[in-house]
């Protein structure tokens, strides 16, 4: 079955949506759907996609974790097996060099809620619902919550939602500055797909450089990140898109970058 499906929509078809669509689980991922997400993130890495929003068919539900029914009696062996697609899963997300935006109505739990932290924004309605709580189920999370969170809310904020394992709504969560805007669930899509469009009107290459550098200089020593820095920045100095952006200006023009 096809549980995960993408598009390309917005200004120009620039920008790649893409939809999990299991409502009767409440979005779950089992094995399968683990897959076709890797699946569609290669396809997207490999397109002239720009910016990327990780939706949910279901209003009630962005994604409620892993599949604890398919999970039921399996074996160490199979377990182990799950969790390496699980990891690949979160990983092809993450490892997009496209921005990647999370719009999360209703719950967002589990390994749901680490699907959300893979992604570089997350925008949420006001019906929005985090949680990590693995530790109310006997384990931790394994897809990344732990190193995540921390990245997004003070340390102390994130121990507490990890130690309780406690449900976080919508208004709690951005006054913590979890989220980078809380919308109305009616004009949550349409803001989403108003802001990756104003990404994909950049050039695409400076964007994805910028993601790589944010991402690989997070926690590191100044004196290497500054020279690490410098790096990603000659990377975007011979690009057409880089003389384009000149002329455009000079010219007082919007520029047409191509991603070259």
């Known amino acids: 079955m096809v549980f995960v499906e993408w598009e390309r929509i917005g200004a120009n078809n620039h920008t790649g949506k893409i939809t999990l669509n299991r409502p009767e689980a409440r979005n779950a991922f089992n094995t399968d759907m683990g897959k076709q997400i890797v699946d569609i993130c290669e396809q997207i890495e490999k397109s002239d996609v720009r910016a990327v929003l990780l939706t949910s068919a279901d209003s009630k539900a962005f994604c409620s974790g892993a599949d604890l029914k398919e999970r039921n009696g399996i074996t160490d062996e199979e377990f182990q097996r799950h969790h390496e ?31 959300a932290l893979n992604c570089d924004m997350i925008l949420a309605s006001e019906n929005a619902v985090f949680g990590l709580p693995e530790v109310t189920r006997g384990i931790m999370p394994g897809g990344g919550g732990s190193r995540l969170l921390q990245r997004r809310v003070p340390v102390h904020i994130a121990k507490e939602w990890l130690f309780t394992g406690r449900l976080v709504k919508a208004e709690e969560a951005n006054q913590i500055r979890l989220i980078n805007e809380l919308v109305d669930s009616s004009d949550l899509l349409d803001r989403a797909i108003e802001l990756a469009d104003i990404i994909a009107k950049n050039a695409p290459f400076a964007v994805h450089n910028c993601k790589t550098s944010i991402n690989d200089l997070y926690g590191m020593h100044d004196s290497e990140a500054r020279e690490k ?32």
């Open 85 to 115: 697609i699980f990891a690949d899963m979160f990983q092809s997300i993450a490892d997009l060099p496209q921005p990647v935006i999370a719009v999360v109505d209703g719950y967002a739990l589990a390994g749901g809620f680490e699907l």
């Open 229 to 260: 820095e410098d790096i990603y920045y000659s990377r975007c100095l011979d690009t057409q898109d880089r003389f384009e952006g000149i002329r455009a200006f000079v010219e007082k023009r919007e520029p047409v970058f191509t991603g070259k």
